[in-house]
């Protein structure tokens, strides 16, 4: 069992930038591929990144490529999630979760997930 605990969201505006953490307990972090998702008021679950379980690979959805980077510190069981550029559409609820296999895009795919945290870009 893994249990995640998403953090570091907050109201920004237009151009700002966030930083969201992701603290890991329950099992080895480092066991783990490590993905953001994100879920907008009316919409579906969206993937936003993910990362290898040593951080040697990560890969990105378009909309957030070149503004966004993650990045793990398995020696401190967490994951970020640098937000640069943010813009409006980026607001959301943000979700960190866990993957016990491989690196995957799809949400289906991850066995455990934190309770997510509000980002909200005003213009």
């Known amino acids: 069992q893994v249990h995640l605990v998403a953090s570091g969201g907050g109201l920004v505006q237009a151009g700002d930038s966030l930083r969201l953490s992701c603290a890991a307990s329950g099992r080895t972090f480092s066991s783990d591929a490590m993905g953001w998702f994100r879920q907008a008021p009316g919409k579906e679950r969206e993937f936003v990144a993910d990362?290898?379980?040593?951080?040697?690979?990560?890969y990105y959805a378009d909309s957030v490529k070149g503004r966004f980077t993650i990045s793990r510190d398995n020696a401190k069981n967490t994951v970020y999630l640098q937000m640069n550029g943010l813009k409006p559409e980026d607001t959301a609820v943000y979700y960190c979760?866990?993957?016990?296999?491989?690196?995957?895009?799809?949400?289906?795919?991850?066995?455990?997930w934190g309770q997510g945290t509000q980002v909200t870009v005003s213009s």
């Open positions: 990362i290898s379980r040593s951080g040697a690979r990560t």
């Open positions: 979760a866990a993957e016990e296999a491989a690196m995957t895009s799809n949400y289906y795919e991850y066995d455990y």
